[in-house]
């Protein structure tokens, strides 16, 4: 008897893993529609990866969204998911509570431009709806049984809780950001219930260089063009404020390339980032700033003949390539080389040999193909099982994109596991 009531205590009829913004709205959404949810997660408190997002800031969801905005594994087209949990929907989501939000050029972020607001909103939010929360319960292992000929699931956890549902969310996150509790374990358990999983590897991530003179030019930034050149495919091009490392470089439009500079990597690729640190100037106005430098008295140092163009610690990394020191005569440099040394500036390659970690990067690229789910984001390996989330092999650009689609999957997953109220067959 003490056995069977303790049994129903840790019965649901949802368990949602994984308490990051895909659980947590996956929950809030289930309770809402009416079907008793049991939160776990291997960390203390809810949210943990949203404190650190947006620099403590947490840069909620972006009023821009294009398809060029995420990557998938396929040719998936978003759409269908965002027209089901718009931007516009996540905003009046957080605004219905009194959480206001604001937005600088379309980049929408809390009032307060504080992220812990979002992770004690979903608290508030999670309590009222009263989702059981499970703090400290990493999930080991999640197995098909069979109760009077319906489907269930067991869940273990690593402290050797057992809970029975009816039906689970896996929202346990990707691989990125291992130090606030995502560090890739599901995807185990995910297999072991059939599904496939595209090599996850570290994306918004800086990109590594084992040229040891970019040590030159280590901690500028500066306004510059990124083009990423990969054997057998497109160049792409990202702008913004490019950051100089002694490992290599770092900064927004490094991270918009990342996931593709790493996919390439992985598959034995060459890859260089071009820069192009005077991204303003057109083609007709270098042409004759060249020519107004090279027709110049010349007798100064290199230092001073460049002044004005670059960085000096840039300037310095590309004189240190053609063997040259910023001290040396002008006058005692070919004028075709000074003309070489301007389209170096433009156009400044850099051997990429790696990205940064998963402990580095702000997501994952690859994870569970979305053809394994259906549009209700429940699995059709497995009946029952919801995915949402960076689990799922989505990743957005910088900007919003990556908490949107967590939040947009998270909605999809739990209303829907709401809707069949009978539970699996
Ligand atoms: C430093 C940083 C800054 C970022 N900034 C932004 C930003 O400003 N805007 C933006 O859009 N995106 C940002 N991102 C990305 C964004 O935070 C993630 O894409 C998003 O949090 C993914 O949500 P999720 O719910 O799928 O997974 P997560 O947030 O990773 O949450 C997964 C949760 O599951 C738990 N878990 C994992 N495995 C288990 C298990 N076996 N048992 C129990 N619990 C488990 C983890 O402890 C974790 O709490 C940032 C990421 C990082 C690392």
Redesign the pocket.
């Known amino acids: 008897m003490r056995q069977a009531r303790e049994k129903e205590s840790r019965y649901c009829e949802v368990a949602v893993?994984?308490?990051?913004?895909?659980?947590?709205?996956a929950s809030a959404a289930a309770a809402e529609n009416g079907l008793r949810a049991l939160l776990?997660?291997?960390?203390d408190r809810?949210?943990?990866?949203?404190y650190?997002?947006?620099?403590g800031?947490?840069?909620?969801?972006?009023l821009r969204m294009d398809k060029e905005c995420y990557h998938t594994g396929g040719s998936e087209d978003l759409s269908a998911f965002f027209a089901r949990f718009s931007v516009q929907d996540h905003i009046r989501f957080w605004e219905s509570e009194g959480i206001w939000l604001h937005d600088r050029q379309g980049y929408v972020y809390p009032r307060t431009d504080q992220?812990a607001t979002i992770a004690e909103g979903f608290e508030k939010i999670l309590r009222r709806a009263q989702v059981e929360f499970l703090p400290g319960?990493?999930?080991?292992d999640l197995r098909l049984y069979s109760e009077e000929g319906k489907r269930r699931f067991l869940i273990q956890?690593?402290s050797g809780g057992q809970y029975f549902a009816r039906k689970v969310i896996l929202?346990?996150?990707?691989a990125?950001?291992p130090q606030?509790?995502?560090?890739?374990?599901?995807y185990r358990?995910a297999r072991a219930l059939s599904h496939s999983v595209r090599k996850p590897l570290p994306a918004?991530v800086p990109l590594l260089s084992d040229d040891r003179d970019l040590k030159a030019a280590a901690g500028v930034r500066c306004d510059a063009k990124v083009t990423l050149l990969r054997e057998g495919a497109e160049p792409v091009s990202e702008r913004g404020e490019l950051q100089m490392t002694d490992k290599g470089i770092s900064g927004i439009p490094v991270f918009q390339l990342s996931a593709a500079a790493a996919r390439s990597l992985d598959e034995g690729k060459t890859v260089t980032a071009v820069i192009d640190f005077l991204p303003d100037f057109e083609e007709e106005k270098w042409s004759a700033e060249i020519a107004r430098r090279t027709g110049e008295d010349k007798d100064c140092m290199l230092s001073v003949f460049f002044l004005g163009l670059v960085n000096r610690k840039v300037l310095d990394l590309i004189l240190r390539k053609r063997g040259l020191q910023a001290e040396k005569k002008a006058s005692k440099v070919p004028v075709e080389v000074l003309a070489g040394i301007m389209e170096d500036m433009r156009g400044f390659k850099v051997k990429v040999t790696g990205t940064g970690d998963f402990r580095q990067?702000?997501?994952?690229s690859g994870g569970i193909p979305l053809s394994e789910v259906d549009g209700d984001l429940q699995s059709v390996k497995c009946r029952g099982l919801y995915l949402?989330?960076?689990?799922l092999d989505v990743?957005?650009i910088?900007?919003?994109?990556?908490?949107?689609?967590?939040m947009t999957?998270?909605w999809i997953a739990g209303s829907s596991a709401a809707k069949e109220r009978s539970g699996t067959k």
């Open positions: 893993i994984g308490a990051g913004p895909s659980g947590c709205m776990f997660d291997a960390n809810i949210g943990r990866k949203i650190a997002t947006g620099g800031r947490c840069n909620l969801t972006n992220a319960q990493r999930v080991s956890t690593e929202a346990g996150g990707g990125a950001g606030y509790g995502s560090v890739g374990d599901l358990i918004l990067a702000q997501v994952t949402a989330g960076e689990i990743d957005g910088c900007g919003g994109y990556n908490l949107q689609w967590a999957s998270g």
